[in-house]
């Protein structure tokens, strides 16, 4: 297994693999000089339905012999491709874990926020359902 994403180009665009990089949203690498000059060589856009993107961990289903190219994600770019990859049975729950992630992610400050406007804790805990341990070591900052 690698570290890197694997950009590559199907002969068959409508063989299901991987994702059009386009369907992603925007992709820091595909403004390298790298993957330009890449695409160029192989006569090829950014836009192409040909042009495919496979996480790390799925890299061994590159087909042999297809033009490929190693390229670096972020860890944020490389969410939103495996998300577009999991079957939609998947998809549906990954959305609402992003969704729990997003809004967990100020959970410490939104309780110190109603700490400090006077909510008592017994109620933060009764409206957020949050342990009383989470809510005492939220107040300590």
Same mark, same amino acid.
């Given at each position: 297994? #690698?570290?890197?994403?694997?950009?590559?180009?199907?002969?068959?665009?409508?063989?299901?693999?991987?994702?059009?990089? !386009?369907?992603?949203?925007?992709? %820091?690498?595909? &403004?390298?000089? @790298?993957?330009? %000059?890449? $695409?160029? !060589?192989?006569?090829?856009?950014?836009?192409?339905?040909?042009?495919? $993107? $496979?996480?790390?961990?799925?890299?061994? !289903?590159?087909?042999?012999? @297809?033009?490929?190219?190693?390229?670096?994600?972020?860890?944020?770019?490389?969410?939103?491709?495996?998300?577009?990859? @999991?079957?939609?049975?998947?998809?549906?729950? &990954?959305?609402?874990?992003?969704?729990?992630?997003?809004?967990?992610?100020?959970?410490?400050?939104?309780?110190?926020?109603?700490?400090?406007?006077?909510?008592?804790?017994?109620?933060?805990? &009764? $409206? #957020?359902?949050?342990?009383?341990?989470?809510?005492? %070591?939220? %107040?300590?900052?």
């Amino acid at each position: 297994m #690698t570290d890197d994403a694997y950009l590559f180009l199907l002969d068959d665009a409508s063989v299901p693999l991987g994702v059009v990089p !386009a369907a992603v949203g925007d992709l %820091a690498c595909m &403004e390298t000089p @790298a993957v330009r %000059a890449w $695409l160029d !060589a192989q006569g090829s856009t950014p836009g192409s339905p040909h042009l495919r $993107l $496979l996480p790390p961990e799925e890299t061994a !289903a590159v087909p042999d012999g @297809a033009e490929r190219l190693p390229v670096p994600l972020s860890d944020e770019e490389l969410s939103r491709v495996r998300h577009l990859m @999991a079957p939609e049975s998947l998809a549906g729950i &990954e959305e609402e874990l992003l969704t729990y992630r997003d809004i967990s992610d100020g959970r410490d400050g939104l309780i110190g926020r109603a700490l400090a406007a006077g909510v008592p804790p017994h109620r933060i805990v &009764e $409206l #957020t359902g949050e342990d009383p341990a989470t809510v005492t %070591a939220a %107040a300590r900052g």
